[in-house]
């Protein structure tokens, strides 16, 4: 297989891994006797552990990479996440997810003096302009406090993109930075653990759709987009991004049997398409 194929199936592989982080969360609090404080706590320990095993293959010490910083920006991500889908559905959520990254990460330029072109201020203006028009009232509009919650939780993943921009080794980052999440995960979920309801095969499915999350969806995927980034430009990688919110759309309406809406199809719109005008001079 040549690099270009590689790094094209690797990249479909990591963008399923990245919206199945929304459809696994979304249906362990939906289906499950988890709360979503549990939920954090065991994503963020597994894919702590999955991510130091993988460090270990690629060599070097990973306690010294990372920062504290950054691990509080990713734990915030990581909590306001999961509190975010009790209520949200899973298509929503990404949209929002993935919307206020990119406004994050663009208006960081903006406040840095980055000078955008006129197709990148407009993209930036509707993209927020679809934001805004998401969670406006309305019998359709999602809860305002899980978007908020959600909205929260993109705008500390944006924290953390921009934060581990340029490191040299993001494996061995990304590894050390879960690693410094475990402490405030377990206070997370031993200070709001309030019990589990339902019989024993409910824990246990939601346990492992929790571990799932952690090792698979969000350890390895994000080690398989890091292997794949080092082939794609910056403008594809972003642009490819853009597909996350319309597989876990597709995703939450085959195994949530959630609903797509006329007002999440049209700011959909206004959103990914703002995002891909942003991007496209990057």
């Known amino acids: 297989m040549n690099a270009s194929r590689r790094s094209w199936c690797l990249t479909l592989l990591a963008i399923f891994a990245f919206a199945g ?7 362990a609090l939906q289906q499950t006797s988890i709360d979503a404080a549990t ?32 691990a509080m920006a990713l734990f915030v991500y990581a909590a306001a996440f999961s ?18 990254v990119q406004v994050t990460m663009i ?24 934001l805004v028009g998401l969670v406006l009232p309305g019998v359709s509009a999602p809860p ?9 939780s993109g705008v500390a993943w944006g924290i953390y993109s921009l934060r581990g ?18 402490p405030f995960a377990l206070a997370l979920g031993i200070g709001m653990h309030s019990g589990f309801d339902g019989d024993g095969s409910l824990i246990t ?20 987009w890091y292997i794949a980034l080092q082939d794609l430009k910056a ?24 609903e797509l809406t006329v007002r999440v199809c049209l700011t959909s719109l206004a959103i990914l398409g703002g995002i891909a005008l942003a991007i496209r001079d990057t």
């Open 39 to 70: 939920f954090t706590t065991v994503r963020l320990f597994s894919g702590a552990l999955m991510l130091w095993l993988i460090g270990q293959g690629f060599g070097g010490r990973i306690r010294a990479a990372g920062s504290w910083r950054s």
């Open 205 to 224: 499915s939601g346990l492992l759709l929790a571990v799932a999350s952690g090792a698979l969806a969000s350890g390895l995927g994000y080690t398989l």
């Open 107 to 130: 208006g960081y330029g903006l406040w840095t003096g980055e000078r955008l072109s006129k197709f990148q201020i407009l993209g930036f203006i509707l993209a927020f302009g679809g």
């Open 144 to 152: 305002l406090l899980s978007s908020g919650l959600m909205f929260v």
């Open 235 to 258: 403008s594809s990688a972003a642009t490819i991004q853009l597909s996350v919110p319309v597989i876990t759309a597709i995703g939450g309406v085959a195994f949530l049997r959630e």
């Open 165 to 182: 921009r340029g490191a040299s080794n993001p494996i061995r980052v990304t590894a050390g930075n879960f690693l410094r999440t475990v």
């Open 21 to 27: 982080n929304s459809i696994l969360c979304r249906l």
């Open 83 to 100: 509190f975010a889908y009790v209520n949200l559905p899973a298509g929503t959520g990404a949209l929002l997810l993935f919307g206020a």
